[in-house]
């Protein structure tokens, strides 16, 4: 085999590695039904990140069906939704000293119970019996926000950092409903 054919089917060789690793890295070439996203909040010294994927509502309904009431969610779809904190920050009347979390819910019609869990989990539900698989032992976190009612229907799950009145809001809203988690 000469030399120029021995070249070709090295780098043939290299970019089809490449195309292999591009792939398990980001979920294949496919797009996901729940995409990925990390929402970022920066002021002074202070930084915040959220990790989530966003389901979209396609028709269907979604709190009280789709997302039970009186049921932990997992605030997302797939991998476990992730918050993470530079600084300590006062939540509700409770202390969230710096770090990662994880990020549940408990939606109910008029409030949910927002949920900053210590455990990090690979993902938001247990494969097997589909249960979220937060374990309330290592809440550190726990407080009720009034759900508000928006004219709205938002397509596609949102959580977004919302500092427009000086008042600093982590927000989610899907459907035609919003929450407010105050944080300072």
């Keep these: 085999m000469n030399t120029f054919l021995k070249r070709l089917m090295a780098f043939l060789f290299i970019v089809a590695i490449g195309v292999f690793v591009y792939s398990y890295l980001n979920d294949g070439f496919q797009k996901r039904k729940s995409p990925k996203k990390t929402v970022s909040f920066k002021v002074d010294d202070l930084k915040l990140e959220v990790f ?20 932990v969610w997992r605030t997302g779809a797939n991998e476990a939704t992730t918050f993470s904190t530079n600084k300590a920050l006062n939540i509700g009347n409770a202390s969230l000293k710096a770090g990662k ?13 927002v949920i900053f869990n210590t455990k990090q989990y690979e993902w938001g539900v247990d494969h097997e019996t589909l249960k979220p698989m937060r374990d309330a032992v290592y809440d550190a976190v726990n407080v009720s926000v009034p759900v508000k009612h928006i004219d709205d229907v938002v397509e596609q799950f949102t959580i977004a950092f919302d500092n ?17 988690v105050p944080l300072k």
């Design 52 to 71: 989530y994927n966003r389901p979209s509502k396609r028709g269907r309904e979604i709190f009280g069906a789709l997302v039970p009431y009186n049921q």
């Design 101 to 113: 979390y994880t990020l549940w819910t408990i939606p109910n019609d008029s409030a949910w119970q």
């Design 164 to 180: 427009s009145t000086d008042n600093l809001y982590l927000t989610m809203a899907w459907d035609n409903v919003k929450i407010e």
